[in-house]
């Protein structure tokens, strides 16, 4: 009975009423909250993407037309040989015409890019370490991004910009830095550098999803000010963390660069039923009166494997928004959510 009674609620207050209510309430509160679900995409070893894992990706666009995808697309898949580049480029450039996709940027520290941008490769620390000290990897793979200074992160920015441009992948809106290792220093050059959101903050916290190595929790950047249920929040000048006020960094729109939580970790490290439950969680907070968001990720590499978790949770996702139950549930790239936030407080 409560969901009719709100329907009919809803239609007979005047818009006037609405309007009078946008502006006592407090910012927490939203006319009408929605929670907005991203999906996004990691290409962390081109490379080794397979047919199966392109199968993959484009049977969970077909099967869930609503879902809009936010491809963190990696331009290492330039600076060495990629068997699959030309298709990996074809799917993201195909998705983002035809099934409104963003195309943002992951970069990990590997040798070839860095050579490429000018930056002078270094192996260590690594954040999948059980400490830092003493810590390497030679591939840069699980080097942190933060550990090179802000000019060397300028150059990796303006190279990503170039390969952009020249393969016609636009300008990137998302930013996320592999294992989401990130810091104010990295905030400050992306905003510098076109971007408009991040989405890095990641729960640090097991209660949903496993967890990184000891060493990803003293290098990362986040602390258990993250978990499953943040909402995307503007990042302030003093901290990367959510809660903190004004001012905020910028981006070159002139309005505060956003953080997209990375509510439901990653695939490896969470189930089906995990996902679910985190969405379930943050379908309670909009019943609170609070629009919020969650965030599914899948690497490329594991797509095939990972297909039916993926595919079982949007079906999941789909069938709240077929219902037309409340409260409202919309699929958003991430650079559009960051919009959203922004109108709504
Ligand atoms: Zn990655």
């Known amino acids: 009975m409560f969901f009719p009674v709100i329907n009919l609620l809803s239609r007979l207050i005047p818009l006037w009423v609405a309007v009078a209510c946008l502006k006592v309430c407090t910012p927490q509160a939203d006319a009408d909250p929605v929670v907005y679900v991203t999906m996004v995409s990691h290409f962390d070893r081109p490379w080794a993407m397979t047919d199966g894992d392109l199968v993959a990706l484009k049977k969970l666009t077909r099967l869930h037309p609503k879902m809009r995808w936010t491809h963190l697309y990696n331009p290492v898949a330039y600076t060495q040989e990629t068997p699959l580049r030309e298709a990996m480029e ?76 020249e393969r016609g992948l636009g300008q990137p809106k998302t930013f ?47 602390n258990a000010s993250v978990t499953y249920k943040s909402r995307p929040y503007r990042i302030s000048q003093n901290s990367i963390l959510p809660g903190h006020d004004a001012p905020f960094i910028n981006a070159i729109d002139k309005q505060p660069l956003v953080e997209i939580p990375q509510t439901c970790k990653i695939d490896w490290m969470v189930s089906a039923e995990d996902m679910k439950l985190i969405f379930k ?33 949007l079906r999941y996702i789909d069938e709240h928004i077929h219902s037309g139950s409340q409260p409202q549930v919309k699929y958003i790239t991430t650079a559009e959510l960051r919009d959203r936030i922004l109108e709504l407080n």
């Open 90 to 165: 074809r799917f993201v450039k195909q998705t983002r015409d035809h099934h409104g996709a963003e195309i943002g940027t992951h970069l990990h520290m590997y040798r070839s890019l860095l050579t490429a941008a000018g930056v002078t490769f270094v192996d260590h620390p690594s954040v999948t370490a059980q400490q830092v000290k003493g810590s390497r990897d030679d591939s840069g793979y699980a080097v942190p991004i933060t550990r090179y200074s802000r000019k060397e992160i300028g150059w990796l920015l303006e190279h990503t910009r170039k390969i952009y441009q």
């Open 176 to 222: 996320c830095a592999g294992f989401y290792a990130t810091s104010l220093d990295l905030q400050n050059m992306i905003a510098a550098h076109g971007y408009t959101t991040s989405a890095a903050a990641f729960p640090t916290q097991t209660v949903y999803g496993a967890q990184y190595a000891p060493s990803w929790h003293a290098l990362s950047g986040w």
């Open 281 to 313: 969680e943050h379908l309670a907070i909009a019943r609170q009166g609070t629009a919020t968001a969650i965030c599914l990720a899948i690497h490329e590499t594991s797509s095939e494997a990972n297909f039916d978790k993926f595919h079982q949770v």
